[in-house]
């Protein structure tokens, strides 16, 4: 059974950091490139972060460039994204995704998502 469980989530002032969590399982972590979306009220989910599989290739939203640094640990089967000088526009759901395109086939797996609000 595939899960994706985020956590990590909260209520920060701005300025102030977090680090978010997803622990992987029921699937060859490894092998799935991983992103980080997140999804604020009213608004469509959008790409914040994404890894490649063994970490060599990272890819940003301009929004959070030199502010969010996202990694994975392949032995723990674990993704994370460290969050600094956060704002109150990061406030939203945040959510994990393994994907994998094999032959033209993409497979993705979704987590249920974890709420970060930044307000003073």
């Known amino acids: 059974q595939v899960q994706l469980v985020e956590s990590g989530g909260g209520l920060v002032q701005p300025g102030g950091s977090l680090r978010l969590s997803c622990a992987a399982s029921g699937f060859t972590f490894s092998r799935y490139a991983m992103s980080w979306y997140r999804q604020a009220p009213g608004k469509e989910r959008e790409l914040v972060a994404s890894?490649?599989?063994?970490?060599?290739?990272?890819y940003y939203a301009d929004s959070v460039k030199g502010r969010f640094t996202i990694s994975r640990d392949n032995a723990k089967n674990t993704l994370y994204l460290e969050m600094n000088s956060l704002k109150p526009e990061d406030t939203a759901v945040y959510f994990c995704?393994?994907?994998?395109?094999?032959?033209?086939?993409?497979?993705?797996?979704w987590g249920q998502g974890t709420q970060v609000t930044v307000s003073s």
């Open positions: 995704k393994a994907g994998l395109l094999i032959a033209a086939t993409t497979y993705e797996y």
């Open positions: 890894v490649g599989t063994a970490s060599a290739a990272t």
